[in-house]
């Protein structure tokens, strides 16, 4: 996947990752095989390397906006837990930063 992926250039609003990155909110999907190429533009790439969920929230460092995407190449189901676990994790990068926003956090 990495080598695939390495060449792609991410463009704001665009797949998971420029959603999340635009909206500042995260977003998921349990199945890839079953979203749209315009939705999800590497979903082939994906799918060819065996991944089947994607998992992408936004976080903020100071004036750094950045997007985590975690991938399982096992469908997954993002239960309330899970989307809250994501959140307090990104929450402790920010705070570990020293550089956290209240107003830019991360929130469900």
């Known amino acids: 996947w990495c080598n695939l992926a390495r060449n ?4 704001e609003g665009k797949g998971i990752v420029g959603r999340v990155y635009s909206t500042k909110r995260l977003e998921w999907c349990e199945d890839l095989t079953c979203m749209n190429k315009q939705l999800v ?3 082939s ?3 060819s390397s065996g991944i089947v969920s994607a ?13 985590v995407v ?3 190449t096992r469908k ?3 239960t309330n837990e899970y989307v809250r676990f994501a959140g307090a994790m990104v929450q402790k990068w920010e705070q570990r930063s020293g550089e956290n926003d209240p107003a830019r956090s991360w929130s469900e």
Request: glycine share 6%.
């Open 8 to 11: 792609y250039k991410f463009h």
């Open 76 to 78: 997954l189901h993002f």
């Open 45 to 47: 790439l994906a799918m």
């Open 41 to 43: 533009p590497r979903s």
């Open 55 to 67: 998992f992408a929230f936004p976080g903020f460092i100071g004036k750094l906006h950045y997007v």
């Open 70 to 72: 975690l991938l399982s």
